[in-house]
């Protein structure tokens, strides 16, 4: 499988599986399936609910033989209510607690937006600590220091816009290698990808298949209807159609699935290749539709609007 390469000469292959809203009670059956069938990048989080089964279906693996810890390649996130310099050790020791591994590959600021450290998700204004309080640099000393402890091998951010990661850039020691953000057929985040290339961050996508859909078809990936002729005329699923757009442009995918065939399917994406006009024909689609609008995190009083949060395009 096609990789992206780090300054470090580390490896993440470029599609992995995804864990968001993968009940505790499938994602052991999941992973140890997607591992089964050669998948070697798990992308988890802390507010997930479910690294402690991620890292059961981790170990089991590797006690059959299948996987060596080192040939995979494991992500999380640190959760809105650890930002803070001191907070970051905590809660990286509790996720490699859950996972039951020594060390990360990769470890994300999850978003530019912090909670106060008993509240793990927002019901008021107040729950929210504003970043002109506690700066997202603050956090990244933490998030520094774990790298340089060795308890990951690389940090990075998600759903950071151009102006969070210029705020950053000259407050930082080691620059953020990874934002992972929502990408897909429908919000190809051009520029971010532009200004990304520049800064030499990586991009990886999230929600590439489009999060299950929205009620509306208009605004679909898997019923779009460049994206169904596309798949048609390649004899391969649409799901596959919109994973191999992403991959073609260099950006990781972390489709998520519970499901044996579809885990299975997603893999097999990386074999379906697009010829620079059919890459041109997904670009277009482009209707800047975000299924993860970031509006939950809108309260009367509170600091944060998804405008702000998605800021400078
Ligand atoms: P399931 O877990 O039942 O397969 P995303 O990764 O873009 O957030 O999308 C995840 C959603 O898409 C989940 O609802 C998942 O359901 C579904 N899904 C995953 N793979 C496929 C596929 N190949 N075709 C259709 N739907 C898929």
Redesign the pocket.
């Known amino acids: 499988m096609k990789t992206i390469k780090f300054k470090n000469h580390d490896e993440m292959p470029i599609l992995g599986l ?1 864990t ?3 009940q505790p009670n499938e994602v052991y059956d ?1 992973v140890l399936t997607a591992i089964k069938e050669g998948y070697r990048h798990i992308d988890c989080a802390a507010i997930y609910g479910n690294e402690s089964e991620v890292g059961d279906a981790i170990q089991e693996a590797i006690k059959q033989g299948i996987v060596k810890r080192e040939n995979l390649w494991v992500t999380s996130k640190l959760w809105n209510n650890s930002h803070g310099q001191e907070n970051v050790l905590p809660a990286l020791k509790k996720t490699l607690e859950d996972l039951k591994l020594d060390y990360l590959d990769l470890y994300l600021v999850h978003w530019p937006v912090a909670l106060k450290h008993d509240i793990v998700m927002p019901s008021k204004g107040d729950d929210f600590i504003p970043l002109s309080e506690l700066p997202i640099s603050e956090t990244w000393k933490g998030m520094e220091s774990v790298l340089n402890e060795g308890l990951t091998r690389h940090i990075g951010v998600s759903n950071f816009n151009t102006k969070d990661l210029e705020n950053l850039w000259d407050k930082s020691n080691h620059k953020p290698e990874v934002n992972q953000v929502e990408i ?1 057929p429908l919000l190809p985040q051009n520029e971010l990808l532009e200004y990304s290339n520049q800064k030499g961050i990586h991009l990886t996508a ?8 929205n009620a509306e078809k208009s605004i679909s990936i ?1 019923e779009n209807q460049t994206i169904l002729k596309l798949a048609e005329e390649k004899n391969c ?4 159609i919109a994973l191999a757009w992403n991959m073609a442009r260099n950006i990781s995918v ?6 044996k065939k ?2 299975a ?2 893999f097999n994406a990386t074999a379906v290749e697009l010829s620079n006009e059919e890459i041109k024909e997904i670009d277009d689609i482009n209707l800047s539709h975000r ?1 993860i609008d970031g509006k939950f995190w809108e309260f009367e009083g509170g600091p944060y609007t998804a405008e702000g949060i998605w800021g400078a395009k």
């Open positions: 995804g968001f809203r993968s999941a897909h999230y929600a590439p298949i489009g999060s299950g859909g898997l699923s649409p799901a596959q972390i489709p998520k699935s519970t499901n579809r885990i399917q997603n299924f």
